[in-house]
């Protein structure tokens, strides 16, 4: 397309042409003849570039591309929260390092029961938290807000409590220098109480345990402001069952400064194994029953109960009147039939027994004299009768078995009348 045009003004850098129809047009001088001039008349042959026209288009379709792979795809991502660790006064938060694409970060809080509770330095940096002076087991709730230039993201919420006095299990110790027999008791008291235990110093660590103040972890722990203990306050937290004051355990505190007390967890177990030691000793050391012994538990039935007549069901039967009373000598006679003979001993058991039955029999009226006169008369008549009984035996056994008769006729006399 060829199209005439005259050159109305020429300036430095734009000339200004003009149409059959007086249009004005400003075109580039720099595109035209030097030798112009305004009255000039130049032709100016336009046509279109297709060629050029398509390669332009893919490199913008490129470049479109490029952007949407790189900003559009890709959007910052919300925090992940957990727990780490509670106490009775503190509670340890952890989150996923931060991830914001092609974001820039503005800024990261965390939220307590939906109130800000501040803002997290170096977010890029930090992954945990730890809320210090909360109260005794209280119920929180915690979630983060991230902002970015790409919008603003919410954490999942988060629901914590903190500890009972007695609950043991978000103790976190560091050991320091201990002898290895200190060491070894610490690893054990440990594991019995629920504690954990870590090597190095972490933002969860409640207590540094050491005899002697040296080291790395040591001096990291006083400029952390955790409290540097001996061994003895895991043993006392065990012993009292709960949390105890480290101001008494300190490394240059006054011992006396300890609180004794007892676990009654500890005094439970401590009885039970002693009842059961107890019975294994009964166990083994009871005798056998004898025959006719009641085993476990049973009681013996008491003598009222022997006494007591069973009772009787049925029809009654006919009456039967009481028995008259026997005469007085009948009856001493009846009494006599109805005990049973003596059974039959040999010839010196019977004199034994017949000595000492005359030794027992009825006191001389003599002898039951009072007063100290009256025993030293009893003392030598023994002395007397028994000189007399060493130097005759035969005569003085037979003499008392004829006397033991006599009076066992005399008392049965008596009973008959």
Known sequence: MLVSLTVGKVDAGVAVLLTEDKRLIEFPSILLPKTIQSGSIVDIT???????????????????EQILQRYGLHAPSPPVLRLKNATQTSIVLEWDPIDLATSSLRSLSLYKNGVKAG?????????????????????????????????TFTSNTVTAKTHEMTNLTGICVTPGVLPPQLRGSLDAAVQRIGAKMTETIQIHTTHFVCTEPRGDQWQKAV??????????????CEREGKIVGVRGYY??????????????????????????????QTSVQSPPLRSGSVPGNQSLPTRGAELRSPKVEGEPGPEVGATPPLPQGERAKQTQKDLPPDPPRPEEEDEYDESEDDDHGPEDPEKQ????????EDDEDDDTEHNQSSSHPIQNSKGQKASIEDEKGEDMEEVAL
């Open 46 to 64: 336009v046509h279109q570039n297709h060629a050029a026209e398509q390669k332009a288009e893919e490199s913008f379709l490129n470049l479109q």
């Open 223 to 236: 400029d952390m402001n955790i409290p540097v203990v001996r061994p003895e306050w895991i043993e006392g």
């Open 369 to 376: 004299r009072s007063g100290p006169h009256a025993h030293a």
């Open 251 to 280: 490394l240059d505190a006054d011992p006396k400064l300890r609180s004794v007390g007892n676990n009654p967890s500890i005094q439970a177990q401590s009885r039970d194994s002693i009842g059961a030691s107890r019975q294994d």
């Open 119 to 151: 803002t997290i330095p170096r977010p890029l940096e930090m992954t945990q938290t730890k809320m210090s002076g909360l109260q005794i087991n209280m119920e929180f709730s915690f979630f983060l807000v991230l902002k970015t230039s790409g919008g």
